[in-house]
């Protein structure tokens, strides 16, 4: 199967989750920590795999709502997405990932929104690479959050 990436991206780790990573366009360079609950040190200022997939993957995922909205003509507000990412003990013993996605939609009805969520989480790169491996909670609202100044 001969495909033609669509974007690239390309980092390095060095050290480890103590250490550091670098894009190898020296755009996003982090320092890392370890987080006290996997017995780390969890330094101020460093972050962690866990927090980098979260934003990505609710990068990724708010994209993919957008273009679904967009293609259902749904006259959505301001779409955010919280991710969060737990790491845990599967039932071998073995550590893996859980995601929970807040999903808001504001100014569509609660069906629309679930319809285009769904949609989304069929389509969207990082939910279809880890589709059954990675359990992925959605929570679908569609509150307006917007606050005035």
Known sequence: MATTPLAHAQ?????GRDGRIETNDNV??????????????????ATNPE??????YAACFGNAVIGMAKQAKAAVGEISVDAAVDMFMNEEQLPT????????????????AEDVVNKAHH????????RGNVD????ITTEDVTVAA
């Open 123 to 130: 389509m969207c790169p990082y939910s279809r690479a880890i």
């Open 97 to 112: 990932l859980g995601v929970a996605l807040h999903v808001n939609l504001p100014g569509i009805t609660q069906e629309q």
């Open 136 to 139: 992925v909670k959605l929570t």
């Open 11 to 15: 980092a390095k780790s060095i050290g």
């Open 51 to 56: 927090q980098l997939f979260a934003a990505g």
């Open 28 to 45: 996003l360079s982090l320092e890392l920590t370890m987080p006290r609950a996997l017995g780390g040190r969890a330094r101020a200022g």
